[in-house]
Nanobody, 116 residues
Framework: QVQLVESGGGLVQAGGSLRLSCAAS????????MGWYRQAPGKQRELVAG????????NYADSVKGRFTISRDSAKNTVYLQMNSLKPEDTAVYYC?????????WGQGTQVTVSS
């Protein structure tokens, strides 16, 4: 099993930055893929950014390319999402997800609110 704990959400003005953290309960190199997802009110959960633990390969939703960066720190078993140039449409609950032994695990979510 994997427990995931997110932190770093909050309220920020448009154009500002936030960094989200996702701490895993086990070595992140034992996990195949980790990612950040978001869900806005009335919308489905969508992938924002993903990272493959072994290769470090990343992928991003078109809406966040050039603004968001996903990274990992193996010493801290933590994955980050650096969010710059935030827009009101980035407002959502952000979830950390992990695929471990063919099962998906989720954190509790952290609210990000971007005011105009």
């Amino acid at each position: 099993q994997v427990q995931l704990v997110e932190s770093g959400g909050g309220l920020v003005q448009a154009g500002g930055s936030l960094r989200l953290s996702c701490a895993a309960s086990r070595s992140i190199f034992s996990i195949h893929v980790m990612g950040w997802y978001r869900q806005a009110p009335g919308k489905q959960r969508e992938l924002v950014a993903g990272i493959t633990m072994t290769s470090g390969n990343t992928n991003y939703a078109d809406s966040v390319k050039g603004r968001f960066t996903i990274s990992r720190d193996s010493a801290k078993n933590t994955v980050y999402l650096q969010m710059n140039s935030l827009k009101p449409e980035d407002t959502a609950v952000y979830y950390c997800g992990a695929n471990f032994l063919l099962r998906d695990y989720w954190g509790q979510g952290t609210q990000v609110t971007v005011s105009s």
